[in-house]
């Protein structure tokens, strides 16, 4: 099935095939275990590392529904009603609009100590039309 592979290192979003075996996400991501970041109302949502933020050289990316940047690459997939995965229904062009890349470990530090925000939202930084909605 067809699924997007978001890859911060490289800036880029791409389509890959995802055989439906949730044991291809670790290699599909580079990770020993993962969690899933809901990113749209309509089911879909990014697997990502669980151990990211621990990882060497690691490069981070925010998303116009996620309050905080997300490390490493991630998978997105959709959900069914019963909870299995499924292509996302998303489009790509949809999903590389929302995504901004925030850079390597020092870069979400300068973020982090010089950009105080309520509830830890770093989405205004990104995505202006944000702050006059005051998220």
């Known amino acids: ?72 690459t991630a998978l997105l997939l959709g959900c069914n009603e019963e909870g299995e995965d499924t292509a996302p229904n998303t489009s790509i062009e949809q999903l590389i609009e929302d995504v901004k890349w925030v850079g390597d470990r020092h870069d979400v530090t300068c973020l982090v100590q010089f950009y105080k925000t309520p509830n830890d939202d770093y989405r205004p930084m990104y995505f202006p039309d944000m702050e006059a909605q005051n998220v």
């Open 1 to 72: 099935m067809k699924a997007f592979i978001i890859l911060p290192q490289r800036r880029s979003i791409e389509e890959v095939n995802y055989s439906g075996d949730y044991k291809q996400i670790y290699d599909l991501i580079g990770a020993r275990a993962f969690d899933i970041a809901r990113l749209y109302k309509n089911g879909d949502g990014a697997y990502v590392d669980d151990e990211g933020l621990y990882a060497e050289n690691q490069f981070f990316w925010i998303h116009r529904n996620y309050p905080s940047p997300l490390a490493g």
